[in-house]
């Protein structure tokens, strides 16, 4: 809900980004956090307007995406609605070395 409620809040984004980045470190949490919506919501802040550009927020949702995508489920999900941005984002920030790496592991991931 906080993250569908502050999809403008960069920060609020971060920081719960970052938060459920801790707390998803087992498959029965990510199975658990598949099915509260967090894909969704995600994937919904990674297309909204420019935000594939924000090297700093798409970074934090990429590193929940790579602990969510040890589902199948999930990973389907992030396939589908998240890739897109993520693609943009490595056109955009080709030169961020730091997300490209990120990038590069996730979509390494999702391909597995």
Avoid: W
């Amino acid at each position: 809900r906080i993250l569908t409620e502050n999809v403008r809040k960069h920060d609020t984004i971060r920081l719960c980004s970052q938060a459920l980045c801790k707390c998803i470190v087992t498959t029965e949490a990510s199975e658990i956090a598949g099915t509260q919506g967090v894909v969704d919501a995600l994937c919904d802040i990674a297309k909204e307007g420019n935000n594939f550009a924000n090297a700093a927020l798409m970074i934090d949702i990429m590193k929940v995406f790579q602990n969510m995508c040890q589902i199948e489920i999930n990973a389907q999900g992030i396939a589908r609605y998240a890739s897109i941005p993520i693609l943009r984002g490595m056109e955009t920030l080709k030169t961020n070395a730091i997300f490209m790496n990120v990038a590069g592991t996730l979509i390494g991931n999702l391909a597995v």
